[in-house]
């Protein structure tokens, strides 16, 4: 079992910025995908962000890119998102997810753990 604690979100003005971390315990492998989503209100949970073990290989949504950057750091197990130029339409709960294996993927089926979501919140 993987274990993964979000942290790091808020209330913030549009234009700000953000930086979720997600923290990893239990049984780690070399070889997982780390990842973030997020689910508004009355919307599914979509894809936002992908990074390989290594960190060499990143995958964003259209939506985000150019404004979010994830990265991880896997001395201390830990999975951030950089959220720059934040909109309200960014508003919503953002989960962690690890997916054991080494490729890509943007659909949540495809993640094995989950974390338990932080709230992100972008006011106008």
């Known amino acids: 079992q993987v274990q993964l604690a979000e942290s790091g979100g808020g209330l913030v003005q549009a234009g700000g910025s953000l930086r979720l971390s997600c923290a990893a315990s239990?049984?780690?492998?070399?070889?997982?995908?780390m990842g973030w989503f997020r689910q508004a209100p009355g919307k599914e949970r979509e894809f936002v962000a992908a990074?390989?073990?290594?960190?060499?290989?990143?995958s964003y949504a259209d939506s985000v890119k150019g404004r979010f950057t994830i990265s991880r750091d896997n001395a201390k197990n830990t999975v951030y998102l950089l959220m720059n130029n934040l909109k309200p339409e960014d508003t919503a709960v953002y989960y962690c997810?690890?997916?054991?294996?080494?490729?890509?993927?943007?659909?949540?089926?495809?993640?094995?753990?989950w974390g338990q979501g932080t709230q992100v919140t972008v006011s106008s």
């Open positions: 990074v390989t073990w290594s960190g060499g290989m990143t």
């Open positions: 239990g049984r780690t492998f070399s070889r997982q995908v």
């Open positions: 997810a690890v997916r054991e294996g080494v490729y890509l993927r943007r659909t949540y089926g495809e993640y094995d753990y």
